[in-house]
C-alpha cells in the first residue's frame, strides 16, 4: 500500500501566506495610487460612472477645440472682408475722383492704373476666401447638431436617473 504523507497544517499556514500576501499587495497598490478606484473590483458603478463622465469631458473638450477652430476661421474671413469693404470704398473714391472736370490726362490713368490694381487685389481677396458662405452654414449645422445632441443626451440622461 502506497501512502502520501502531506502536513496539513504546512499547506494551511502556505495558504494563509499566499492570501495575506496578496491583500498587502492590494492594500499598498490602493494607498501608493491615491485613487479610491483602482479596477472595476473596486467599485464596479464608480467606475463606469467615472468612465461616463470621463467620455463626456472629452467630447467637451473636442467640442471647444471645435469652437476655438471655428472662431480663428470667422475672424479670418471678418479681416478678409473688411479688407475687401476698403478695396471697395477706394474703388468708389476713384470713380469719383475720375468724374472731377479739373483732372488732367495724367491724373485719370494713374486713376485707372490704381483702379486696375485694386481689381486684382478684390479678385485674390474673393479667390482664397470664396467658401466663406459654405463654411458658415456647415458651422452653424455643427452648432445645432451639438446643442440638439446635448439637450437629448441630458434629457435621456435625467430620466434614467
Known sequence: MISINTNDLALG????????????????????????????????????????????????????????????????????LRNASDVLSRMSQLKTMSSDVSKNEQDLENYNKEFIELQLHLEQITKHNSMILVCLQVLKSLIIFYTLNSVTHQTQTDTLI
Open 13 to 80: 499556514t502556505g495558504l494563509n501566506l499566499n492570501r495575506a500576501q496578496n491583500l498587502n499587495r492590494l492594500s499598498i497598490q490602493r494607498l501608493s495610487s491615491g485613487l479610491k478606484i483602482n479596477s472595476a473590483v473596486d467599485d464596479a458603478a464608480g467606475l463606469a460612472v467615472g468612465t461616463k463622465l470621463q467620455g463626456r469631458l472629452n467630447r467637451i473638450a473636442a467640442f471647444k477645440q471645435n469652437i476655438l477652430a471655428a472662431k480663428s476661421f470667422t475672424e479670418v474671413q471678418f479681416g478678409a
